[in-house]
């Protein structure tokens, strides 16, 4: 029988962990937790340590691990039928998953275009709005516009719109021009103004570009409320609703990021509800399967569609597609879920549990070195900084972050942080009890790892 070592080690062997620098695991008290299974709000290791899964394992989970439900659903289709192409071939799944995120997202969206995640989603919103001016004669409209620390995913295209370094720079001879403003960031505001007492400023730096190149530009692409990769920096609902305002007053297409927002995070279907406006194309993906199977999907309008819709002798037709486009198993589990959460009045249940959340997180306030807590629907994120007053951050080097991860993991909690941000985006169906348990393990690890600087 193989032990725990010998699966670690074959682990260190042969598998490359995602963004993750391989050399750390020569530290012998430090590897990979190996899980073994997951329950409701909880992973389990090989050894039978529970974990509170307060990441939603990169926020995807957002029903439970081992969901009944879909459980059932994902092994009635692959009974069924567990793949065919989307080419010139249909199915019920993916007929009915569209036609639920349409009646969703409500009108004008009309279509919905499936790809595998999040990264790829992005991709073809992107290809759909330079070809969507392309077509319609203004091939001169080619650049697109995104945020300073914005995070889009990790394929060449959306890289390109991405303005994180770590995840950029490198790659920088191999991706397209693109042009940045300054993303709103409350905590560190680059107009020295107070959060929530502001005129939203910081889109000036919007409407001066829109205004002097909007004849070149195709579109801008935002992650709504919350920039997650960059340490979940929340702006206000009103950015977005003046951001909708320009781009229309400019002829610019608005692409909205929902990869992550999505289903329910913000404490709705979608974060651009709470801005009471609509995107020309938005992409979904993690949630929408519940964080079972890989899915993602773009979706638009009859505006953006009816500019592809001519004959073969056109090439208007929008030439892009995977092997794996609308998988039967992966539309069911996502119409299965999507029928959980009305069913069951998901997103109205949560609002107690955001509730309680907010009063949680009161506590970090009052440590030394944090500097900063914030919240949008179940999302949490207290920023640590080395010097409170003068918001001086902690060193990279210091890994600061990390030592609360590992300390949080210790007592049962995962927190896997971002930079010197410990974040909370737990499944919906935790209980507010165990909202309490998970955020006094991570005040416990934050007080005990600063408190050693």
Not at 37 to 44: H, K, N, S
Not at 71 to 80: G, Y
Not at 263 to 290: L, M, N, Q
Not at 292 to 306: Q, R
Request: hydrophobic share 35%.
């Amino acid at each position: 029988m193989t032990t725990k070592e010998e699966w670690i080690e074959k682990d260190l062997k042969y598998v490359w962990h995602p963004d993750t620098q391989m050399k750390q695991y020569e530290d012998k008290d430090f590897k990979p937790t190996l899980i073994e299974r997951g329950e409701g709000i909880y992973l389990y290791d090989i050894d039978g340590h529970k974990y509170i899964d307060g990441v939603s394992s990169w926020w995807v989970n957002t029903l439970g691990h081992s969901n009944p439900k879909l459980n059932s659903v994902l092994t009635q289709q692959a009974q069924k039928i567990e793949h065919v192409l989307l080419a010139d071939f249909t199915h019920i799944p993916a007929i009915e998953l569209a036609e639920k995120l349409v009646k969703l997202a409500g009108e004008p969206f009309s279509k919905v275009f499936y790809s595998d995640d999040g990264s790829t989603a992005v991709e073809v919103a992107l290809k759909m709005a330079y070809q969507y001016w392309y077509q319609k004669g203004k091939p001169e409209k080619k650049y697109f516009v995104s945020m300073t620390d914005s995070y889009h995913g990790d394929t060449l295209g959306s890289v390109s719109v991405g303005g994180i370094d770590i995840y950029k720079k490198i790659f920088n001879p191999l991706v397209f021009e693109t042009l940045k403003v300054r993303a709103p960031y409350c905590y560190r505001c680059p107009e020295n103004k107070v959060r929530d007492c502001c005129r939203i400023d910081c889109i000036k730096d919007v409407e001066k570009l829109f205004k002097t190149r909007h004849n070149e530009i195709a579109a801008m692409i935002v992650e709504p409320l919350v920039q997650g990769a960059a340490g979940m920096r929340m702006y206000p609902a009103s950015y977005l609703t003046k951001l909708r305002e320009l781009c229309n007053e400019y002829d610019i297409l608005l692409i909205d990021d929902e990869v992550a927002m999505a289903f329910g995070r913000t404490g709705k279907y979608f974060a651009f509800e709470h801005a009471c406006i609509k995107p020309d194309i938005f992409c979904v993906a993690k949630g929408i399967t519940a964080g079972y199977i890989p899915l993602a999907a773009t979706i638009t309008t009859d505006k953006i569609y009816d500019a592809f819709y001519d004959d073969f002798s056109s090439l208007k037709t929008f030439y892009h597609g995977h092997s794996f486009t609308g998988n039967p198993v992966a539309c069911a589990v996502a119409v299965e879920n999507l029928k959980i959460m009305e069913q069951e009045h998901v997103i109205d249940n949560l609002q107690s549990k955001i509730e309680k959340l907010k009063q949680c997180l009161k506590k970090f306030t009052t440590l030394e070195h944090v500097g900063d807590v914030r919240q949008t629907g179940m999302i949490g994120a207290v920023e640590m900084v080395k010097n409170k007053s003068s918001k001086e951050p902690y060193p990279f080097e210091e890994r600061t972050g990390h030592r609360v991860f590992k300390e949080a993991l210790k007592n049962g909690a995962l927190l896997r942080p971002i930079g010197n941000v410990i974040y909370f985006m737990p499944p919906y169906v935790i209980k507010n009890e165990e909202i309490e348990k998970l955020t006094e393990i991570a005040y416990n690890a934050i007080k005990i790892v600063t408190e050693q600087n």
